[in-house]
């Protein structure tokens, strides 16, 4: 079993998530008292989000690749980073360090495409659905074709995100305008939708739709943990 290194924090109400579904992976894998090999750094989210919302993303960067060399300076075998926007910088962090990064949006679109999804909603901070870091690797590498909301719609999710879901706060009236929102996604022929922000995950679940969805969080912890198990047998 590899040793998984987590970049976390963002939010650790997402990083909780993460060591629960990764550790749920393993036991549901090996069985018995097994548990996942893992190492967490977690930043402070006031930091990352201040440096978001400012645009400055160098010393964003700077941050994520110093977490990534610490993992891996304790031992960290394979680097997962516990959120979807911070993956703008993706490649930088790649480029830091010696052991492999597993990208969210592959282990998510793998699925995707597995399920012979073509075209999918992406939901996420507004990071995520305007620039082309994420949307972009779905549509170059994937084949996939990526609808987001309108503008008013990506402030609405964008401030849901950082106000209430990344401050562990969950609105029932503001799950409502999410769901009003993936209708509209719905009725420009979305098949699927992305919940491409690790805590909308804890708004919206696949029960409140009526086409699938796909939990970047699970998706990429589970993933994480098939990596770190390779082919070693199952219970």
């Known amino acids: 079993m ?44 006031q930091e ?17 690749i110093e977490s990534a060399q610490k993992l891996e300076a304790g031992g960290a075998e394979v680097l997962v980073i516990c959120t979807n926007t911070m993956h703008k910088m993706a490649p930088e962090v790649m480029n830091s360090v010696s052991i492999p990064l597993l990208h969210i949006a592959d282990a998510t679109a793998n699925k995707i495409v597995s399920d012979h999804i073509k075209k999918v909603a992406l939901l996420g901070t507004a990071f995520t659905m305007e620039e082309p870091f994420y949307k972009g ?14 503008e008013a719609d990506r402030v609405v999710i964008h401030d849901i995100i950082y106000n209430e879901l990344c401050l562990g706060i969950i609105n029932e009236h503001s799950k409502k305008r999410y769901l009003d929102i993936i209708d509209s996604l719905i009725r420009k022929g979305a098949e699927a939708v992305i919940l491409g922000c690790t805590e909308i995950a804890m708004l919206i679940s696949k029960d409140d739709c009526n086409i699938p969805i796909y939990d970047t969080t699970r998706l990429h912890a589970e993933a994480a943990v098939d990596y770190a198990l390779g082919d070693e047998e199952s219970k």
Request: glycine letters at 10%; charged letters at 25%.
């Open 2 to 45: 590899k040793t998984i290194g987590l970049i976390g924090g963002m939010s650790w109400e997402s990083s909780m998530l993460y060591y629960q579904i990764i550790n749920e992976r393993v036991k549901e894998r090996k069985g018995g008292h097994h548990s996942a090999k893992s190492l967490l750094y977690s930043v402070d989210f």
């Open 48 to 64: 990352i989000k201040d440096l978001q919302h400012q645009g400055n993303w160098t010393e964003a960067t700077k941050i994520m």
């Open 137 to 150: 690797r779905l549509v170059d590498r994937f084949g996939l074709e990526v609808v987001v909301p309108d």
